[in-house]
Nanobody, 124 residues
Framework: QVQLVESGGGLVQAGGSLRLSCAASGGTIHRYAMGWFRQAPGKEREFVAKTSKIGITAYYSDSAKGRFTISRERAQNTIYLQMNSLKPEDTAVYYC?????????????????WGQGTQVTVSS
């Protein structure tokens, strides 16, 4: 069972940047497709970005496209989410997760187990 710990969130002004980290233990990330999700107050958890098992393919939600970049660092067993040009509507708790199948990462309802997440707050 892979355990995931998210970090890197914080308070930032609109237009600023943050880099989130998701450190994995109990398994190597290159065996899994991995993704980022977020949940804003009063809203359902939503997909943000995903990367395939060896990191060749990435896919982003419409809101993340052009501003966020997902990457993986095999040596650190960690994936990252670089977030630029942040907007107040990006305010949410951000989570990562893993999947055997790349396609499963499109739907957060398919996942039962989640980490504690990392809070991102963007002020206007």
């Amino acid at each position: 069972q892979v355990q995931l710990v998210e970090s890197g969130g914080g308070l930032v002004q609109a237009g600023g940047s943050l880099r989130l980290s998701c450190a994995a233990s109990g398994g190597t990330i290159h065996r899994y497709a991995m993704g980022w999700f977020r949940q804003a107050p009063g809203k359902e958890r939503e997909f943000v970005a995903k990367t395939s098992k060896i990191g060749i393919t990435a896919y982003y939600s419409d809101s993340a496209k052009g501003r966020f970049t997902i990457s993986r660092e095999r040596a650190q067993n960690t994936i990252y989410l670089q977030m630029n040009s942040l907007k107040p509507e990006d305010t949410a708790v951000y989570y990562c997760n893993v999947a055997e199948n790349y396609g499963d990462l499109d739907d957060p309802s398919k996942f039962v187990s989640w980490g504690q997440g990392t809070q991102v707050t963007v002020s206007s």
